[in-house]
Structure formats: structure tokens, C-alpha cells
């Protein structure tokens, strides 16, 4: 095992200062400080480096660096593996990883701090800064009557803003996916190392936006690019140099910037197998500033950035933005007539229980969320797997820094949110029950119980999310289309895979319609529908001539998440968590016995004594099951 130590309970300033990690070792700290005293269990929270470490063992990743704060306090912070993917260079906690579109939200914060000075304005025009922007156009794909599509071009109904910047509504679509002809005309262009965020800015005004002003939602990286040049101009300065002058110096985030030095390469993380090369080398100087996805940082220096963020604008005595500019930054930005587009982790919208702030993806629904985490919670990524979020709620601040292949991210965003939340202690908030007095049920009481149950994408006692909303009927599976290709990733065990589609193949036709007329979002919608109706898929497979055509009978498909299964052993019942996470304290792989509170409660034969409630339906039969009824109740519906 390759963990480094870990560091509990400590003040942010102590363990995440400057010199922490050059100049002292971690003191042993006692046990009443452990995370304990911050509302984790030790030994659920001590789940999560090896959980990585099994990734790193399957030869996933190489290593990686976990940071969790609560409470203002460094409750657990591992570097797991190693920092080079040849694998002779131990991670090291202040490991230094390209953050990719994590410096979006820094970017925005640096907007904001120019809003609050006066020397911005977010309802002015981009114009106004950058008045390149005066004669941008709008494209509109028209079709004529043989189905030939075209592009042509309008004028905006309304001038593009700074705020439309900050909360991605500017019209721009991202050129390096697939979906609009806009997008298609705009491939290819990207700045260059040899050009300033002036000179690409310039290029992009000319190119038309794919959407007018404030009508829809769309990830780009050329928004938050454009919205640095606006912070150079309001500013006076080059972006590099305020955010070093007036985020990162008084931050002390020391190890965040454009490009690692000389003297700290020694610290700087492989990159992706497909990442970071050319116009990212972090490794040298370049005159494309990209607030977009430009900067490099440490988990101890982007936990840092997180606090102040949580605290309100302020950390250790230094105030970046006022109280009420970050409430503004958290909530969400957009009018309920804006449309969304995207696809993948950038999936916004009601139905998602996600929003925009300015500058952060915001949890606005307890029910319809993917991920867990309090209302409120704020969170963002990179496309080579760092990810943070914070939850004011629970006064909680996590950061994740790898680098992983851009279509593998998600299992690892999922990861870190659900054990955390799943090491969280709410023994003390949960009403004490008496030992369990002698109680023997026999067979025919208990066999009710025995099945599977399923408990959706969250174990958050915070959450209030259905298990019974991620089971939908469909073929079960995964997709990512990328540069006009669509590659497929079955469900273990769903119908796609049971009828004979295998990881990595690539779908062209979805019951005779060509994916290259079909954006993402339209192609899953066209893959799910009512279970035990059918779809044919037409796809092409590696070592394959011709193409393959199968057809894949919808069922109901579960997405991943957390699951028990109860069996009956020598007329006790037992538990084993069977899905992808730990159900509080009962591992997978491992058997636990429930011991009888009465005919319907149970208990975890362990120190924490989880409680289980069954639950009947309308016909009296078992439908379900609450983890520790009562207000922090997790609650979880039987599916076999």
C-alpha cells in the first residue's frame, strides 16, 4: 500500500500553510481530535484510500491526493499510489496536477472581486470591454427541402453580457464536441501557445455563437476564456498576474499558477494517456492565459481556495469577496425560461436537481439529484478527474486531484462523493436504542425480509432523493460521442450487454437513424423507453469487418449506487452490501448479522449499530427498508 500519512483534525492554517509540508512532519494527533471530534467515523472515513488503491492496483490511475475539510479542520488528507504512471515516484500530498476546468471557478471569483471594486459591470455589454464583440453573430442551421442543412447568420436579439459569461448563457457552444452545425463550423479553432488571450479572444468574436444571448445553458470553455480577457482589461492587468497579486499570494496557495517550475517538476503528476500536451505543456511559460483551463494546483492549495469560498469570502484573517457577493455566486443565476444543453457531468436542469451560479454547478433540489449532497452544495470538475465540491450545510469542503481518462471521471466524482458522505457519524444524532433484549423470530417471519435493496445514488442522511427515480426502463447503456464518434459502455448485466453489445464499441445507427443526425442527449433519449420494447442498434467493433446489427430488448435498468441484500443463514438474518459503495458500516464482501429489535426492526450486530425498519406497502408486503428511522433516515426500496 502506498498511502501517505494522513492528517486529521487540524486547523486549515496549520496544515495547509505554506511551508506545512516542507519544513514539518504531521504531529500524532490524539484520538479525541481525530475525525470523530468533526462528525466522520474513523474507520469509514479510512475506506477511501483503498478504494483508490484498488483503482491504482487494476492499473486505472496512478495515484491520487484526497483532501476533506469540515468544520474549518483537515479531517483527512491521503496521497495514495503514485505521481508518474511508470510507477517509481510515491504521491506525494502536495502533488501538483493540471486543474483543467477547475480554474473556471477561480476565474469567476476574480470577475466578481473586479464587480465589487466597481470596475466591472456584470449587466454591461462584453462590448464594452472588448468591443470586437459589437458585430457577433448568431448561426441558425436551416434545412431545404432534399434535407440539405446550412448555416446561415442573424444578429443578436440582445447584446451578450459579462454576466452571461459568468453563468455560461453567452450563445457560445463548445467547438471540440459534436452537436451543431455551428459547432462543426467553428472546429478547430483553439489558441496557441505562441498567441495571447488577446489574439484568440479577437479570433472568437468572429466566429458566430450557437445560441442567442441568455436563451440557453451550454458548457464552453470559450466563455470563461472570453471572461478572463474582460478581467485583464477591467483590471489593467494580465490575468496571470491578478490572480497571482490578488487570489493566490494572499490565499498563500503557493503552488498555484500557468506553469510549474523548474524547482517544482519533481512534484508535477503524469498526465492522462490523451491529456495535457501542446497548448497545456504546464511545463514552460506560454502566452495563452487560459482561464478556462489553464491552471495547475495542489489538493493542500485548492482546499484552501474552497474554505475561503465557504467561509464567505474570507480565510485566515484575508477577505477576497464580501458575504453576500459569494451568496450571490451560490445560488443559482438562471431565469426558469433558459434551455439546457450539454451532456455528461455538464447535465444541468430541473430534472437533474442541478443549476448555474456564477462560476459553480449548484444542488437546488434534495430529490433530483444524481450525487449526494445538501441543497446548496456547489461543485466543479476537470476533465481529467480533480473535482471539488463544498456543502455549506455540512460545513464540509472535499477536493480530488487525479488524472484519469476524460470518459473514465465520472465513477471517480461518484466515488469520493459517496463514501464521504457515507463515512459521516450520525450515531450521536440518532436516538439511543437499549440493547437488543432476547428475541427469536423464525423462518417464516424473517424470510419477508430476504432480497435486494436498492438505495439509489445517495447514502446523505441530508438527501432526500428516491432509489425508486434512478431505476428506469431502458438498455442500460453508457455513451460518450466525441469528434463524431459514439462509443458504448453496457451496464454490467443490463439488457445491451445480456444482448451482446461489449465496452467500446461504437454505435452508428440507432433503429436506422445515424448518430451523426442525433446530438447525445437525443440518442439517449431514443435508447430508453417502456421495458420489454426493443431497439436495434447497428455498431462497428474492433477486429470486426462488418458492421454488427442488435437488437436489445429494454428492462428495467438500475443505475449504480448502494445496495444490500438480505439472505436467511442457520435462521438468522445477515446483510452484505452488494453495489457499488459500503452501506454505512456493512462492507461488501462481508456478512453481517441483524439482530431482532421486534418483528420489523433490526440492528447491526456491530459497535454501530446501524437500524434497519422494514417497510410494507399498501398490500402489506415488504417494499422497502430505513437505515436508522427517524429524521436521518436513508431509505431504500426492494427490488428482487
Not at 128 to 147: A, I, K, M
Not at 495 to 523: F, H, N, R, W, Y
Not at 598 to 613: G, I, M, N, P
Request: overall charge neutral; glycine content about 10%.
Amino acid at each position: 500500500m502506498r498511502f501517505a500519512r494522513t492528517i486529521l483534525a487540524l486547523p486549515l492554517l496549520f496544515v495547509l500553510s505554506s511551508h506545512a509540508f516542507a519544513q514539518t512532519k504531521a504531529p500524532d494527533v490524539a484520538a479525541e481530535s481525530g475525525p470523530g471530534s468533526l462528525g466522520f467515523s474513523a474507520r469509514r472515513l479510512a475506506r477511501i484510500a483503498p478504494w483508490y488503491q484498488a483503482q491504482i492496483d487494476a492499473g486505472a490511475l496512478p495515484g491520487a491526493v484526497v483532501a476533506i475539510a469540515r468544520n474549518g479542520k483537515l479531517a483527512y488528507l491521503q496521497a495514495i499510489g503514485f505521481q508518474d504512471r511508470a510507477k517509481t515516484i510515491p504521491m506525494k500530498p502536495d502533488a501538483t496536477f493540471w486543474l483543467a476546468s477547475m480554474s473556471k471557478p477561480i476565474t469567476s471569483v476574480a470577475a466578481m472581486m473586479l464587480v465589487e471594486e466597481g470596475k466591472l459591470d456584470l449587466e454591461a455589454p462584453v462590448s464594452r470591454y472588448l468591443p470586437e464583440f459589437q458585430n457577433t453573430e448568431v448561426g441558425v442551421e436551416t434545412t431545404d427541402p432534399s434535407g440539405k442543412k446550412d448555416l446561415a447568420f442573424e444578429p443578436q436579439k440582445r447584446p451578450m453580457t459579462v454576466l452571461d459569461l459568468v453563468r455560461m448563457t453567452a450563445g457560445f457552444a463548445d467547438p471540440l464536441k459534436d452537436g451543431s452545425s455551428v459547432q462543426s463550423f467553428n472546429r478547430g479553432i483553439r489558441g496557441r501557445r505562441d498567441q495571447s488571450l488577446a489574439e484568440f479572444i479577437a479570433t472568437v468574436a468572429t466566429r458566430p455563437l450557437a445560441n442567442q444571448p441568455g436563451e440557453v445553458w451550454e458548457y464552453s470553455d470559450w466563455s470563461l476564456d472570453t471572461l478572463g480577457r474582460v478581467v485583464e482589461v477591467a483590471s489593467g492587468e494580465p490575468l496571470d498576474q491578478f490572480l497571482e497579486s490578488h487570489i493566490f499570494k494572499p490565499l498563500g496557495m503557493v503552488d498555484t499558477g500557468f506553469y510549474v517550475s523548474d524547482a517544482r517538476l519533481s512534484r508535477l503528476v503524469d498526465p492522462a494517456p490523451e491529456g495535457r500536451g501542446g497548448l497545456y505543456d504546464v511545463t514552460k511559460p506560454t502566452k495563452y492565459i487560459s482561464g478556462a483551463g489553464g491552471l495547475v494546483s495542489t489538493a493542500p492549495d485548492y482546499l484552501r481556495f474552497c474554505q475561503m469560498l465557504l467561509n464567505g469570502g474570507e480565510l485566515d484573517g484575508v477577505r477576497i469577496l464580501a458575504p453576500s457577493t459569494i451568496a450571490q455566486m451560490t445560488k443559482s443565476s438562471l431565469p426558469e425560461s433558459v434551455r439546457f444543453a450539454g451532456s455528461g457531468i455538464y447535465v444541468m436542469g430541473p430534472e437533474h436537481g442541478t443549476s448555474w451560479g456564477l462560476g459553480f454547478a449548484i444542488r437546488t433540489d434534495p430529490e433530483s439529484s444524481w450525487v449526494p449532497g445538501s441543497v446548496g452544495s456547489f461543485a466543479w470538475s476537470g476533465a481529467w478527474g480533480t473535482y471539488f465540491w463544498i456543502d455549506p450545510s455540512a460545513q464540509l469542503v472535499a477536493v480530488q486531484m487525479i488524472q484519469v481518462p476524460r470518459q473514465d471521471n465520472q465513477r471517480y466524482f461518484d466515488a469520493i462523493r459517496e463514501l464521504t458522505y457515507a463515512a459521516f457519524d450520525l450515531s450521536g444524532a440518532a436516538p439511543k436504542e437499549p440493547e437488543p433484549r432476547a428475541l427469536e423470530l423464525g423462518a417464516s417471519a424473517l424470510s419477508p425480509y430476504v432480497g435486494r435493496y436498492y438505495f439509489g445514488a445517495s447514502l446523505s442522511a441530508s438527501d432526500r432523493q428516491s432509489a425508486a427515480r434512478s431505476i428506469f426502463g431502458g438498455t442500460g447503456l453508457n455513451l460518450a460521442k466525441a469528434q463524431g464518434r459514439v462509443t458504448l459502455d453496457p451496464v454490467p448485466g443490463g439488457p445491451a450487454e445480456k444482448a451482446g453489445v461489449m465496452k467500446g464499441d461504437l454505435l452508428t445507427t440507432v433503429d436506422g437513424v445515424s448518430i451523426d443526425a442525433l446530438s447525445q442527449v437525443e440518442i439517449i433519449a431514443r435508447l430508453r423507453g417502456k421495458a420489454e420494447t426493443t431497439t436495434t442498434l447497428t455498431l462497428t467493433r474492433a477486429g470486426s469487418a462488418a458492421p454488427l446489427t442488435i437488437t436489445v430488448r429494454r428492462g428495467a435498468v438500475i443505475s449504480p449506487g448502494a445496495e444490500l441484500t438480505i439472505r436467511l443463514e442457520d435462521g438468522n438474518l445477515v446483510a452484505q452490501a452488494t453495489g457499488s459503495w459500503p452501506v454505512l458500516e456493512i462492507e461488501k464482501g462481508q456478512s453481517m448479522a441483524l439482530k431482532p429489535l421486534s418483528r420489523t426492526e433490526f440492528a447491526v450486530d456491530s459497535q454501530e449499530r446501524t437500524r434497519l425498519s422494514f417497510l410494507d406497502d399498501q398490500a402489506g408486503k415488504v417494499s422497502g427498508v430505513a437505515l436508522n428511522p427517524g429524521p436521518f433516515a436513508v431509505n431504500g426500496v426492494k427490488v428482487n
